[in-house]
Antibody, heavy 125, light 105 residues
Framework: EVQMVQSGAEVKKPGESLRISCKGS????????IGWVRQMSGKGLEWMGI????????RYSPSFQGQVTISADKSINTAFLQWSSLKASDSAMYYC??????????????????WGQGTLVTVSS | DIHMTQSPSILSASVGDRVTITCRAS??????LAWYQQKPGKAPKLLIY???TLESGVPSRFSGSGSGTEFTLTISSLQPDDFATYYC????????FGPGTTVDI
């Protein structure tokens, strides 16, 4: 059974750094893209970026490029989403998901098949 | 960038109703469209991909159709468990989610 398990809720202050995680199990972790999706309170879903754990090839949405860093450690079947300096506007629920996807050249295509339970990030002074 | 719209944004319905949600893309995406269901406090769940292919385990009352720029999600007979928010997502060129349609009583 494929499972994506995310780290727990975080409460941080503006300017602090944060890394949240997403552990995949039940499949060959290296062979599937993993994506991160933001959902602000009461709002819709926004794709942030994806990563291919086998070679750590990461692609970012233009809206999030430079704002976050996506990484993966295939030795522990875990992907990460990282901020170096949080803002109050980063407060949201963050989901990881395993994709059925491929990337060809400068574009990628795929669906978000298996989702984690979400990690709530609250940034407040 | 490909922009997605959905209509209606809110749909009031009753158990047993046939429900249709429309999703439109700003340019042709062939059949590269998925639908997701999200219940309050839960992660989204994939229902349909490639516009009309039902994900494993999803009840057959859900169906999808369309190609190019216009797509529909249909629930043939609404069940109590179906009251939720539904999102479309294009994956012709990276990924874009629609704004969502909430189905409520």
């Amino acid at each position: 059974e494929v499972q994506m398990v995310q780290s727990g809720a975080e409460v941080k202050k503006p300017g602090e750094s944060l890394r949240i995680s997403c552990k995949g199990s039940g499949y060959n972790f290296s062979s599937y893209w993993i994506g991160w999706v933001r959902q602000m309170s009461g709002k819709g879903l926004e794709w942030m970026g994806i990563i291919y754990p086998a070679d750590s090839d990461a692609r970012y949405s233009p809206s999030f490029q430079g704002q976050v860093t996506i990484s993966a450690d295939k030795s522990i079947n875990t992907a990460f989403l990282q901020w170096s300096s949080l803002k109050a506007s980063d407060s949201a629920m963050y989901y990881c998901a395993r994709l059925s996807a491929y990337c060809r050249g400068s574009t990628c295509s795929g669906r978000f098949e298996f989702w984690g339970q979400g990690t709530l990030v609250t940034v407040s002074s | 960038d490909i922009h997605m719209t959905q209509s209606p944004s809110i749909l009031s319905a009753s158990v047993g109703d046939r429900v249709t949600i429309t999703c439109r893309a700003s340019q042709s995406i062939s059949a590269w469209l998925a639908w997701y269901q999200q219940k309050p406090g839960k992660a989204p769940k994939l229902l349909i991909y490639k516009a009309s292919t039902l994900e494993s385990g999803v009840p057959s009352r859900f169906s999808g159709s369309g190609s190019g720029t216009e797509f529909t999600l249909t629930i043939s007979s609404l069940q109590p468990d179906d009251f939720a928010t539904y999102y479309c997502q294009q994956y012709d060129n990276f990924f874009t989610f629609g704004p969502g349609t909430t189905v409520d009583i």
